[in-house]
């Protein structure tokens, strides 16, 4: 996906003088935002070899659903989105308790989700309608930027949070007798990322207005929010006991209850993780279109969100992936779709393209999960 990612880059930065400049960076960002979300939250559904069809349209429902309270019932922001991830999280339980209790696949339940969260979004918006949203807080989240100086605050704190983090598992990997990364090649690959979100600080805060009176540089507000959800989703599924037991079940669901662990609980409350984080989702999008309509997470949403999550290493068999794998298959998506706009291509280009990398990474898991169980 690394490697992808960076031949892509090349390829439509050769081909389109446009997209190495930084306004088109700093769009591919907020672009991305919506469906990196939501394929962060299909990462704890993906690891368990469970899919989640109808996380797309749950964002929609709960965006709007967010953009209700605060438009019309006087709300503050911070109540409706509060409001709005309670009701993704009920979504998710019901999700969660049809699959792990009742034992329906969740291909099903999911596929029927989608229909009914689809009915549901035209109920809350209207056929052909469209809810708009005023609020500056929301709205700016997508369309505004950080100051230059704290954009690099924000660098200067995440760079030195991830080279402590590195430090630190490389010492107790040594203390505890295991198998430990050679520090040289960590520090290049550190290094490496360094320099590369340096570059992209310093280029986000460099003047991209299209004119003397609209000034627009920063890195965008999405951005630490997109951190923050990294940052929280990592911790989760590799420093804590659910996390262990999210892999453990989607490994080997039997050996897993043989050891204790819940099974059903752990399908449910990844569920319920799944529509919660595609309730924030929901609200990227009202704050990226400043509205809510009834096709908002549908179309080719929950499609592209799968595909980031495989593209970037989620294993579709379970088990196997981790939260930035998302980011990653994102920003490839997100490449794909921006380039060839640029380009001039149209949707079927553009679909036919990102299902061929699709199908190559999905390919790609498939022979690597083979070899592994002949070896």
Not at 10 to 16: D, K, N, T
Not at 42 to 53: A, K, N, Q, R, Y
Not at 241 to 256: K, L
Not at 322 to 341: C, H, P, Q, S, Y
Request: aromatic share 8%.
């Amino acid at each position: 996906a690394v490697l992808g990612l960076i031949a892509l880059i090349a390829v439509f930065g050769f081909m389109s003088e446009y997209f190495l400049t930084n306004r088109n960076f700093a769009n591919l960002l907020t672009q991305a935002a919506p469906v990196m979300v939501i394929a962060m939250g299909l990462v704890f559904v993906l690891l368990l070899g469970e899919i989640d069809l109808s996380a797309g349209y749950a964002s929609g429902v709960c965006g709007a659903v967010l953009v209700l309270l605060v438009t019309d019932h006087g709300w503050s922001w911070y109540t409706a989105l509060g409001m709005s991830i309670v009701v993704g999280a009920a979504l998710g339980t019901f999700i969660g308790i049809l699959v792990s209790r009742l034992g329906i696949p969740s291909f099903v339940v999911t596929l029927a989700a989608f229909l009914a969260f689809q009915g549901i979004l035209l109920l809350l918006a209207g056929e052909g309608g469209t809810i708009q949203i005023a609020d500056e807080t929301i709205l700016a989240v997508e369309n505004s930027n950080m100051t230059p100086l704290q954009g690099w605050i924000l660098w200067a704190v995440a760079s030195a949070l991830y080279v402590l983090s590195g430090i630190r598992r490389i010492n107790l990997r040594r203390k505890a007798g295991l198998v430990v990364e050679l520090t040289q090649l960590w520090a290049m690959k550190t290094i490496a990322l360094l320099v590369i979100t340096g570059v992209a600080v310093f280029q986000l805060n460099q003047e991209r207005g299209l004119s003397e009176t609209n000034s627009t540089k920063g890195v965008p507000y999405v951005t630490p929010l997109i951190l923050v959800i990294l940052i929280a989703g990592t911790f989760l599924l590799s420093k804590t006991a659910f996390g262990r037991h999210i892999y453990a079940v989607g490994g080997n669901a039997e050996a897993a209850r043989r050891a204790g662990i819940n099974v059903k609980r752990v399908r449910t409350v990844a569920f319920v993780l799944c529509s919660s984080l595609a309730a924030i989702a929901g609200m990227l999008f009202a704050s990226r279109m400043n509205s809510i309509s009834p096709s908002t997470g549908g179309s080719s949403t929950l499609l592209y969100a799968v595909g980031a999550a495989v593209i970037g290493g989620v294993s579709l068999f379970g088990g196997k992936g981790r939260m930035r794998d998302a980011i990653l298959g994102g920003l490839v998506v997100a490449v794909i779709d921006n380039g060839m706009g640029l380009l001039g291509y149209g949707a079927g280009i553009q679909f036919l393209v990102t299902g061929a990398v699709l199908l190559v990474s999905a390919g790609v898991d498939a022979i690597s999960r083979r070899g592994a169980l002949t070896n």
